[in-house]
């Protein structure tokens, strides 16, 4: 039930980007709105991570309820942009107030995991953030289901099961019996948890990932329409769904393979694998062979995505044990802080160099993560 509500709930992630062409159209948006429809989820994200760091809502509040209330309104945020958005502001606005009470969903799911598992919540991590990775490619198999549905349904409909998914777990998944109190949030302990050397290893290695996993994400409906013209719209969003949940799989196989190797292996492996992919697409982008295209980006979506638990765990297991909340906050919000600058970055290079050159950049965050990475090998 937990792993179905996050993945309902996450559906709120890329809603706005999988009807990105009739939200164009409909309100006559700028070229560089991917980018900026995007960012402005991740930023809301950010602050929302912060701001429930600093008041400790998890902690205050019952883990569920906050979830529930985080869903319900996030679906409310979503749907407006149908009903109130005007132009672009709004729909910006309204982009990042989702983002914003995702940061109730996404890291609150994962409090209650650890509160019903002391024992393979690295597994049950790879579970939750497969369904993470689900969530946020579902609305792309919405629109591929309904390519004729406009583009106001899809976006209801993805309200709709956010909100259900918010409902299902308050009703359903009581407190778990490992419920714990976090440690509170002090800014400056910081620099504190940033001493002890292996949690700055997997940290960098977080970072390097983060500065890949959302770009791609982000312009995969583009890249399919730039190398595969061919393609129509709704053959668009289901290939582009496919590509991001592949990522499902990669995270949950990657949290049995742990098991055996351990995350941090699982994690250097998977990195490793992701940035090949970067540099591969320098030649399979040039290359004229259709059908490779599209089993090459499988595979990527597979691993780009795949070493996310890992890294998840490994900022869990090295973070100095009073400040894990604190550590773990900063984390998230420096990653998703990098996604903006990778984001931004790549729409911008994508308007001066062609596709296979901007995507070949995406492999500096790999090849930085896995020399941070290393350590911990």
Known sequence: MLVLSQFAGTSLWFAGNAVLPDLQASLQLRDGALALLTSAVQLGFIAGTLVFAFLSLADRVSPRLLFMLCAL?????????????KDLYAVLLLRALTGFLLAGIYPVGMKIAASWYSAGLGKAIGYLVGALVLGTAFPHLIRAMGATLPWQQVMVAV??????????LYLFVPD?????????????????????????SAAFGYFGHMWELYTLWAFTPLILTLTLPQLSPGEVSAYSFAVIAAGALGCVGGGYLSQVWGSARVAFVQLALSGLCCLLSLLVFQVDVPQLLIPFLLFWGIVVAGDSPQFSALTAK???????GTALTIVVAIGFAITVVSIQLTGFLLSQLPLHYTLALLAVGPMLGLLGLRRLV
Do not use: C, E, W
Request: glycine share 10%.
């Open 73 to 85: 309104l996030g679906a409310v945020a979503n749907a407006l942009v149908v009903f109130a958005a």
């Open 159 to 168: 309200s709709v099961l956010a909100a259900t998914g918010g409902l299902l």
């Open 176 to 200: 778990g019996p490992y419920l714990k109190k976090g440690a509170s949030f002090r800014i400056g302990n910081m620099l504190q948890a940033f001493r002890d050397r292996d949690f700055r």
């Open 318 to 324: 090295t973070a100095p044990p009073k400040l894990v």
